[in-house]
C-alpha cells in the first residue's frame, strides 16, 4: 500500500467534525489546522494533526512539503451539465447585444440548440469533448461532481448522454455523480404532456434498468415542465428508487421550493425566486439547498438567490458551478467562491463548506468525501495561498498547485 504524508501546510482545512450537512453558524467551522499534515495510506487518509504529529511515524511514506499552501478538500460541484456539444457563443453575443435568456431561445438558440449538436455528436465525440470538460474541473480543484443529461430529449439520446458519462468515469480520475435529466426541455414538435409520457414511461425504466444515474432532476420553470408535471416525473422515479434533484424558482416563483420538499428530494436548486415560505419548506423537509451564482452573473441578472437567509434558517446550503454550455459556462468552483461572498454575502468559510462538506451530503457521499478525516478518501486539493480566504478572494486567478484523488497525484 502507498502511503503520503502532507507536511507542513500554512492551512490544511479539515471540515471535521459533522456526520450531517452543516447549518447555520456551523458553516463558519472549517477545522483549521496550522502548519498541519496528514498521513494518507492506501487512497485513505488515516491521520490529521499538527505537522510534528504527523512526522513521528512516517514510516516509508513519501513526503510532500505543503509549506506556504493551503490544504483542502478537493471541491465537490453537485450541479453541473458535463456532457453536451459545442457551445453558445452565439447567445453569449445576443445577450451581451441586450437580448434575455427567453427571447434567444425563441430565436432558435438556448437549450434546443444544444440538444441538436448533441443528437448529432457521435459517442466518440461527445466522450472526447467531456474529457475536456472533466479536465478543467480538476484544474480549478474539484475532485467530485454530479453530472447531468438532458441534452439528448429522445430515448436513445438520452442514454447515450449517460453512456458517455459511465464511460468517462472509467477513463478519467474525476469522480462522477450521475443525474438523469430528460425533463431539461420539451423537444420540438411535442407538447410537454407527450415528452412527458416518453420521460417517464421510456426512459426512467431504461435509465434505471441500466443503472445509468443515481439522481433524477427536473427543470420546473414556465415555458418548461409546470409544478404538476415536474411531480408527475419526480414522483415516477422516485418509485424506481432514484433521488431527486430539482431546477426549481429559477426565472419565477412557480412554488418549486414547496415540490421539492413535498416530493422528499435531496436538493432543490437555483432557488433565485424562491421566498420566505419556501425556505420554510426546505427546511422542514431538510432538502438541501444548491445556489448557483455563475448563472445569475453570467446571464447578467443580478436577482441571486437569499443566501443569507437560508443560511439563518438552518439550512444546509451547498453551492456548485451549474458548469453548461448556455447559462454557466464555468467549470471553476473558486469563481463561485468569490460570487458566493461579494454577491450573496456569504463569509468565505460558509463558502468553503458548501462547496465541500456540504455539497458531499448532497450527493450522499458525506460518508466518504468532503472532509480531510481519518477513513474518509484522500481527495484533496493544494492551493498557491497562504490562507484559505484567498481562494475567493483574488478572483480569475488560478491557484490551483496540484490534486490528489484517492492519494495519488493526477494535476
Ligand atoms: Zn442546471
Redesign the pocket.
Known amino acids: 500500500m502507498s502511503s503520503l504524508a502532507v507536511l507542513h501546510a500554512s492551512e490544511l482545512v479539515t471540515l471535521s467534525g459533522s456526520k450531517r450537512p452543516r447549518f447555520g453558524a456551523e458553516l463558519s467551522e472549517v477545522g483549521i489546522v496550522r502548519d498541519g499534515g496528514m498521513l494518507v495510506r492506501g487512497g485513505k487518509i488515516e491521520k490529521v494533526g499538527p505537522s510534528d504529529e504527523i512526522e513521528k511515524n512516517l514510516g516509508d511514506a513519501e513526503i510532500v512539503d505543503a509549506r506556504g499552501r493551503v490544504v483542502m478538500p478537493g471541491f465537490v460541484d453537485a450541479?453541473t451539465?458535463l456532457v453536451f456539444a459545442g457551445n453558445r457563443l452565439g447567445d453569449f453575443e445576443r445577450r451581451a447585444r441586450g437580448e434575455t435568456y427567453e427571447q434567444i431561445a425563441k430565436a432558435g438558440g438556448g437549450i434546443c440548440s444544444t440538444v441538436e449538436k448533441t443528437r448529432a455528436a457521435s459517442e466518440a465525440d461527445l466522450l472526447a469533448q467531456a474529457k475536456t470538460h472533466a479536465n478543467w474541473f480538476l484544474r480549478c480543484g474539484t475532485t467530485t461532481v454530479e453530472a447531468?443529461s438532458g441534452y439528448g430529449l429522445t430515448v436513445e439520446d438520452e442514454l447515450k448522454i449517460l453512456r458517455v458519462l459511465r464511460q468517462l468515469k472509467e477513463e478519467v480520475r474525476l469522480e462522477i455523480v450521475s443525474t438523469f435529466l430528460g425533463a431539461h426541455a420539451v423537444p420540438k414538435k411535442l407538447s410537454p404532456d407527450e415528452y412527458l409520457d416518453i420521460v417517464i414511461t421510456e426512459m426512467l425504466p431504461r435509465v434505471t434498468e441500466e443503472k445509468l444515474a443515481e439522481f433524477c432532476d427536473v427543470f420546473c420553470e414556465r415555458g418548461y415542465f409546470d409544478i404538476d408535471q415536474a411531480h408527475k416525473i419526480l414522483s415516477a422515479a422516485k418509485k424506481l428508487g432514484l433521488n431527486l434533484r430539482g431546477?426549481v424558482d429559477q426565472l419565477t416563483n412557480s412554488g418549486g421550493a414547496k415540490l421539492m420538499a413535498e416530493i422528499g428530494a435531496t436538493t432543490a436548486?437555483h432557488l433565485e425566486q424562491t421566498d420566505g415560505q419556501g425556505i420554510a419548506a426546505l427546511k422542514k423537509a431538510k432538502v438541501q439547498p444548491v445556489l448557483?451564482p455563475g448563472?445569475v452573473y453570467a446571464l447578467g441578472s443580478s436577482r441571486y438567490p437569499r443566501a443569507r437567509e437560508m443560511i439563518e434558517a438552518g439550512l444546509g446550503v451547498v453551492l456548485a458551478t451549474?458548469f453548461?454550455p448556455g447559462s454557466s459556462p464555468t467549470p471553476s468552483m473558486p469563481m463561485v467562491l468569490s460570487l458566493a461572498c461579494t454577491q450573496m454575502k456569504l463569509a468565505p468559510a460558509e463558502a468553503i463548506t458548501a462547496s465541500t462538506l456540504n455539497a458531499a451530503y448532497s450527493l450522499n457521499r458525506g460518508d466518504k468525501i468532503g472532509s480531510l478525516e481519518p477513513g474518509k478518501l484522500a481527495n484533496f486539493a493544494i492551493f498557491d495561498c497562504e490562507d484559505y480566504r484567498e481562494l475567493a478572494y483574488w478572483f480569475g486567478i488560478p491557484q490551483t498547485h496540484s490534486v490528489y484523488i484517492k492519494g495519488e497525484r493526477i494535476l
Open positions: 450541479h451539465h447531468k431546477h436548486d448557483l448563472s451549474d453548461n
